[in-house]
């Protein structure tokens, strides 16, 4: 499924165009975000999966670099530590969860619970299959109990473009610091790491996922702003009145 | 003390020449930290302290917004819960500091904890003085162990100034959210602020406090963005090559 769907941009879209509408969408999600933390009643997940290379942290950078770092955080979530393993694989991720008024980008996530660990056989079909309905248990808390908005996003890269990106980390100085050997190995496993996302988007799907094609980065900003800013919208928040 | 020093720009300074100063430090200050984040070698503890309404937030907005928010956080201190007052005062502190790589600010900070503190004489003269003893060896710890460069602030705010601010909350819509009628009663307690403001200064300054004149945006934005810009350039920080 995910193999059919385009990585790129229509051909018929006007690059320097839609940079300019971008530039207009982080204006509007900034005041949303304002009225977001004053208005206290929400809080945004947002969500990122994809494979190495294929640009979570630079949509992070064109996307959410305009917003007030006072209503927004990330955390990045890598191996779990000895601590983490300890507990449930939700918990580690829990504590993290935006309070109201705020937005939390999710920099992988719970999901890795039931990718890497699928792909690498650490867990079997059953415990995946449980994993992935205690996800969906878990997102319908934050969705119900604490007016929580979850936008899950899949960067959508190609595999020769995932290629160009992790060669890059090899000849660009400022990049170099991002290489890690690992990457190539787990680049190796591309089409059952396939098969466990679109697993993934069959079975945990209450919160839709966006698959944003992702070679270009312009057009994946563009996208990623549109929903952001689409999903703030729909809040229809007000500033509240004075208390006290 | 503080009394003398002016709370406004110097009249020779031109805004538009400062304005567009300040977006160059901006540009600076984001290559900067990208570099940070990719060394992995320092961090940087922002600490903004001031009176209520002498526009905390509003340098947050202004200064750090342009900073990808992978590698920056906030951290607001409100009075302690239950369960942090069970711990001594730097426990709460502690756990938000930034890890390397990584800026953090802390609007208001432990210093809260000898200034309302003793303001409202919750502690007396002598608990006050072994709290700020402990917290020069708390910031002795951050910087000798770990990397951390402390930049510490004060939005320096007149008794005038602060009056329009918390008047403007009962009277601009989008503002309103943020009036709370004990502001006014804190800044009754003016005069005791200065005094207890004063005594930090004297006596924790192995990190030095940097005066900020607040009452007008634009002057306040230019100075912190440049210390900033310095603070981080003086790391002298360089890209990694490839490990493993």
Redesign the interface.
Known sequence: MLEKINTRAPESLDKEETKKKTKELLKEISDLQ?LLY???KHSVLVIIQGMDGSGK?GL??DV???????G???Q?FKAPTEEELKHDFLWRIHRHVPEKGKIM?F?RSHYEDVLIARVHEWIDDEVANRRMEAINAFEKLLQEHNGTVILKLYMHISRKEQKEQLKE??TN??K??????NDFIEAEKWDRYMECYEDVFEKCNTVPWHIIPTDQNWYKAYLVAQLLRDTLKKLDMQ??????
């Open positions: 304002n004053a208005e206290g942290d992070i950078k959410f670099t305009s917003i007030n770092p006072l927004i955080n990330t990045s980008l920099n980390r090899m100085p400022e170099m610091w991002k290489y890690n050997k500033y509240p009145s004075m208390k006290n």
